[in-house]
């Protein structure tokens, strides 16, 4: 079993470190918020560290899932951040959603400190976490990456490397680009169907094994049937997500216009006051007269 650290313990990365905990790995972690740290370690009987570069001493493997690209630049880069603990040798691996361009950049500071960098954002939000079957898409180096894979199969229940450096981020973004429209389509279903006098749950349960299903509908229809929109991913963390894929299209001259008009109306349920509603919330934009 190997040794690792795993630096931010959110929604996310509290149950994952935990799963490395659970398959045997030593585990020493770190969190902005020291008693967060100090409650993971007498929950699952790992350390906790001060600093970023004191939890990476010694790994094997550092994991990350932080909250933004400067989020990000701070625990991996400094005196105090990860590459400054790490090994020769040791391995990186970024779960964060953040661009592609601080993951090229890290790559080559990793790779100046003698270290792997792998790009491996997730998908299956909060309870994907806890249950250990995250999708994990992954770039960088194909020797990093199959040290890592087995590491990553305690949280993670699709693991693949997409491409060189910067290739998991950009499938991370092919991902919410997909939900985006997944979710207005599906809040549009629901609010017409509403408006029709239709239930809601009898129809879904009639067209979610037809062509319309997906994973959105068969687990979040009754919960915005109910108005209740405290599942997982916040909407704050989704304008992020989207901000990133449309900033990205621009360069690469990718056409986005369903894409970029969700992300707008995300924003008019920020100012709903629905900034840390999940983003099935879309419905409620719309029940509400948006």
Not at 100 to 109: F, N
Not at 190 to 212: M, N, S, T, Y
Not at 220 to 241: C, I, L, S
Request: hydrophobic share 45%; net charge negative.
């Amino acid at each position: 079993m190997a040794k690792c650290a795993f630096l931010g313990l959110g929604v996310m990365g509290y149950p994952m470190a935990g799963h490395l905990v659970a398959a045997g790995h030593e585990v020493t972690v770190y969190n902005r918020t020291t008693a967060k740290a100090e409650a993971w370690a007498k929950e699952h009987g790992g350390k906790w560290a001060s600093t970023p570069r004191e939890a990476a001493m010694g790994a094997d493997f550092v994991m990350c899932c932080v909250g933004n690209d400067d989020d990000l630049r701070g625990v991996v880069l400094g005196d105090a951040g990860a590459l400054a603990g790490m090994a020769d040798g040791a391995i990186f691996v970024d779960h964060t959603t953040v661009s592609a361009k601080v993951t090229r950049e890290l790559y080559a500071d990793a790779k100046t400190a003698r270290v792997s960098f792998v790009d491996a954002p997730v998908s299956g939000g909060q309870a994907g976490a806890e249950n250990g079957v995250l999708s994990i898409m992954c770039g960088g180096d194909e020797a990093a990456y199959n040290a890592a894979e087995p590491i990553m199969q305690a949280y993670g229940r699709t693991v693949k490397r997409l491409g060189e450096c910067g290739a998991g981020q950009l499938t991370k973004m092919v991902n919410q680009i997909c939900i985006a429209g997944l979710v207005q389509g599906l809040s549009e279903g629901l609010h017409f169907a509403e408006k029709a006098g239709l239930d809601i749950r009898e129809v879904v349960d009639v067209i979610q094994g037809g062509a319309a299903g997906s994973w959105q509908m068969v687990n979040r229809h009754e919960t915005m049937a109910d108005d209740h929109f405290e599942h997982g991913f916040a909407v704050d963390w989704m304008r992020k997500d989207l901000g990133i894929c449309l900033a990205t299209a621009d360069e690469n001259g990718a056409s986005l216009p369903v894409t970029a008009l969700v992300d707008q109306f995300y924003k008019d349920v920020q100012k709903m006051g629905g900034a840390r509603w999940d983003t099935s919330s879309l419905f409620k934009r719309l029940k509400d007269g948006g």
